[in-house]
């Protein structure tokens, strides 16, 4: 960090790394098996980026649109396990495409103050870092913007 910016003059690349060190990501025509086994790698970060084969984002696939597409396919009652179970295994075989939701990105420029803006409104607890081509090179966590603003007030 750099600790003589005020949280208005940090910008995204200044924090953005300190607690997702690297971003999961998968190809948009991995399984939603291999998602899952990405996230369970970085829990913190709760979601896979989605990326084509020039590795452009595309999306995510995040922990709550699995857990709606769980919900929505088996209806969320009691006595439903052993169709829960079923229809785990089968939707671990398809597509991550099935579960993409789209994100909105920053880039290292960006103001903290606008990553802060676009969580608030999104309801996001952290933001894909691209570079100019729209290529992944990063998340911003939102516990770098506690950090930052942590840092501002310790003395």
């Given at each position: 960090?750099?600790p003589?910016?005020?949280?208005?003059?940090?910008?995204?690349?200044?924090?953005?790394?300190?607690?997702?060190?690297?971003?999961?990501?998968?190809?948009?025509?991995?399984?939603i098996?291999?998602?899952?086994?990405?996230?369970?790698?970085?829990?913190?970060?709760?979601?896979?980026?989605?990326?084509?084969?020039?590795?452009?984002?595309?999306g995510?696939?995040?922990?709550?649109?699995?857990?709606?597409?769980?919900?929505?396919r088996?209806?969320?009652?009691?006595?439903?396990?052993?169709?829960?179970?079923?229809?785990?295994?089968?939707?671990?075989?398809?597509?991550?495409?099935?579960?993409?939701?789209?994100?909105?990105?920053?880039?290292?420029?960006?103001?903290?103050?606008?990553?802060l803006?676009?969580?608030?409104?999104?309801?996001?607890?952290?933001?894909?870092?691209?570079?100019?081509?729209?290529?992944?090179?990063?998340?911003?966590?939102?516990?770098?913007?506690?950090?930052?603003?942590?840092?501002?007030?310790?003395?």
């Amino acid at each position: 960090m750099n600790p003589g910016k005020s949280f208005s003059d940090t910008k995204v690349g200044d924090v953005a790394g300190l607690v997702v060190k690297v971003p999961m990501k998968v190809q948009k025509s991995a399984k939603i098996r291999d998602a899952i086994e990405l996230m369970l790698k970085n829990p913190v970060s709760r979601k896979v980026y989605v990326i084509d084969v020039e590795g452009n984002l595309v999306g995510a696939v995040t922990t709550e649109k699995i857990l709606k597409l769980i919900g929505y396919r088996v209806g969320v009652q009691e006595n439903r396990s052993m169709e829960f179970y079923r229809f785990l295994r089968d939707t671990l075989k398809e597509n991550v495409e099935e579960a993409v939701v789209l994100v909105k990105a920053v880039k290292k420029d960006t103001k903290l103050t606008e990553a802060l803006r676009i969580m608030i409104e999104y309801h996001v607890n952290d933001l894909p870092v691209v570079d100019d081509d729209y290529k992944l090179i990063g998340e911003l966590s939102s516990l770098e913007l506690f950090a930052k603003g942590k840092e501002l007030f310790d003395d």
